[in-house]
C-alpha cells in the first residue's frame, strides 16, 4: 500500500510540474549591467579581431527559483530569450564613437555548459552614434 501511495505522489508531482511548465509562461528579470573598458586598437585588419573575453556572474539558479517561489530551479529551463541590448559608448565624439566599430558578437555560456551559444550579432551604423539598441 505505501509503495502505491508513493507512486501515485511521484507521479501526480512529476505531471503536476509538466503542466505547469506547459502553462507557465516565464519571467522578465534583469541582469547586473556589464561594463567594459576597450583597449585601444591600432591597426585595421580586414578579419574579425577578438578583443577578449569578458565575463559576468550571476545565479541563474537563484533568479529562476525567487522568481518561482521556489517551485523551479535552472535544471527546468528550456530556454532563454535576450530581449534588449544596449551599447553606449562614453564620452563619445565625433572620432570615438560607435562608427569606429564593424560588428559584435554576443555568447552565453554556463559553468554546467561551457558550449557558447551566441545570442546578438549586432552591425554597428556608418554615421555617428553613441548608443545602439
Do not use: W
Request: hydrophobic share 40%; proline share 6%; charged share 15%.
Amino acid at each position: 500500500m505505501t509503495a502505491i501511495l508513493l507512486i501515485a505522489t511521484v507521479a501526480s508531482v512529476s505531471s503536476c510540474k509538466k503542466i505547469i511548465k506547459a502553462i507557465f509562461p516565464g519571467f522578465e528579470t534583469n541582469i547586473p549591467v556589464i561594463k567594459l573598458t576597450l583597449p585601444p586598437i591600432v591597426v585595421v585588419t580586414p578579419e574579425e579581431t577578438k578583443i577578449g573575453t569578458y565575463t559576468q556572474h550571476f545565479n541563474l539558479d537563484s533568479v529562476i527559483r525567487a522568481n518561482t517561489s521556489g517551485a523551479f530551479n535552472e535544471s527546468d529551463v528550456s530556454s532563454i530569450k535576450v530581449k534588449t541590448i544596449v551599447f553606449t559608448i562614453l564620452n563619445p565624439d565625433q572620432l570615438n564613437n560607435l562608427v569606429n566599430f564593424e560588428s559584435v558578437r554576443f555568447t552565453f555560456s554556463s559553468n554546467a555548459n561551457t558550449n557558447p551559444a551566441q545570442i546578438a550579432a549586432v552591425n554597428f551604423p556608418d554615421e555617428y552614434q553613441s548608443t545602439i539598441t
